[in-house]
Structures are given as structure tokens and as C-alpha cells.
């Protein structure tokens, strides 16, 4: 009769404390959903309507920044809209830099949380928060560890930056060069994003066409193209 080695045992007993600590949160989720509770149409209202979500920031005062860069972060792990709206909205509450700095923050926050929850729960389980066409075109992300891909792929508009932090959890990398690399490949889009939202907040117009006209010059080539750069880079991996 043979017994599980300590480090399967660690696995087993880690997977397992995952699965019944998501099951717990969908089913909490669930319940939150079907009755209709005041939190879940507070979280809703919070997450869809902008404006509500700006005018609820102003009332915290000074604990504004700190519950912008919480929902920065939840937006990365849990993704419930687009990270470019709250990326506007941060430079439109807090200014340029203070925007681009706790945006920043957030941002970094959510990615290592997601990092290490793949490191900590493993492919299998990541294998059920990506979908397969989705891994199908970066599924070889789990098989590199370079610092040059990982800051090409956050740098690349319109790739899937938030699951890719659970992918990259499941590779070699290391959690130190993933924290460092994605968040300088995250930078230009975040100043960009806080950058429109402060010249929006001052009225700025001209300005926020130009700088948004620079930003589309650039960015679009790259989104047009990123299939062909994601096909490159993998041909190494």
C-alpha cells in the first residue's frame, strides 16, 4: 500500500481549501443575485454607473483613495467592467498623477493576488477560470518564464491582462520579476487612461482630443496587430 508523498498531500489539501473557498463565494454570489439585496444593487450601481461611482468616492473623503485602489484591484480579480473606465475615472477624481498612482497600485495589488492564486491552487484549476479560446491563443504563457514576453503581453492592448495574471501564476516566472515587469508594462496605459480623465475633469477638450488622438496613433497598430505579435512571441516558447 503506498502513501501520497507530503508534497502531493500539500497539493491536494490546497486544492481542495480552493475549491470549497469558491464554492462558498459563487454561492454567497448566488444568494446576493436571487434575493435582490440592497449590497448587490449598491455593488451593481456601484460598478455600471460611473457618475454614482464618483459621486460615492467624493463622500469617503479622505478613505477615497484607498476604496479606489480596493476596486482597482477587485476589477482585476474578479473583472466586473472594463478597467478603462475606472482607469478614466481615476484621473477625474484624484488628478493626473494621483490617478496614475493609486490606479497603479490597485492594479499591481489585484495582479499578484491573482498571480498567486494560480501559483497556489495550480493549472487545474486556472484551467476552469479561462475559457478555451483563451487558452487555445495564449494557453503557452504557463510554459514561459521571460521577463521580455511578460511585458510585451501587458503592454499590448486588447489581450486579456487580467486571466493572463493567473496564467503566468501556473508558470515558472518568478513572483518578484512578474511584479516588477507587469507593473511597468501596465504603466502607459494606466497614465493614459488617468491622463484623459483629469483633462476631461478640467475642461480641457482640445488637449484630451490630442492626447487621445497620439494615444489611438499608437495603440492601434498595436491592437490591430496583436495576434501576429502574440504568434511570435510563442514561437520561442
Given at each position: ?165 493567473y496564467l503566468f ?45 497620439v494615444i489611438a ?21
Amino acid at each position: 500500500m503506498t502513501t501520497a508523498s507530503p508534497s502531493r498531500a500539500r497539493f491536494l489539501s490546497s486544492w481542495v481549501a480552493g475549491v470549497v473557498v469558491t464554492l462558498l463565494l459563487l454561492g454567497v454570489c448566488a444568494w446576493l443575485v436571487i434575493s435582490d439585496a440592497p449590497v448587490y444593487r449598491f455593488l451593481m450601481r456601484l460598478y455600471l454607473d460611473k457618475h454614482f461611482m464618483a459621486a460615492t468616492l467624493r463622500q469617503w473623503g479622505v478613505l477615497a483613495p484607498l476604496v479606489f485602489i480596493v476596486i482597482q484591484a477587485l476589477q482585476v480579480i474578479i473583472a466586473p467592467i472594463p478597467g478603462e473606465v475606472t482607469g478614466l475615472l481615476g484621473g477625474f477624481i484624484f488628478g493626473q498623477w494621483l490617478g496614475f498612482f493609486y490606479s497603479t497600485l490597485g492594479l499591481t495589488a489585484g495582479s499578484l493576488f491573482a498571480f498567486w492564486v494560480g501559483r497556489r491552487l495550480g493549472a487545474p484549476y486556472v484551467r476552469r477560470l479561462v475559457s478555451s479560446q483563451v487558452w487555445e491563443r495564449i494557453g503557452f504563457i504557463v510554459e514561459a518564464e521571460g521577463a521580455i514576453l511578460c511585458f510585451v503581453i501587458y503592454l499590448i492592448p486588447g489581450l486579456p491582462k487580467d486571466i493572463v495574471c493567473y496564467l503566468f501564476g501556473i508558470s515558472p516566472m518568478p513572483f518578484w520579476i512578474f511584479a516588477v515587469v507587469s507593473t511597468i508594462g501596465r504603466m502607459p496605459g494606466t497614465w493614459a487612461l488617468s491622463a484623459q480623465g483629469a483633462k476631461a475633469a478640467a475642461g480641457k477638450y482640445i488637449e484630451l482630443l490630442l492626447l487621445t488622438a497620439v494615444i489611438a496613433a499608437i495603440a492601434l497598430p498595436l491592437y490591430y496587430y496583436r495576434s501576429r505579435i502574440v504568434s511570435l512571441l510563442r514561437r520561442p516558447a
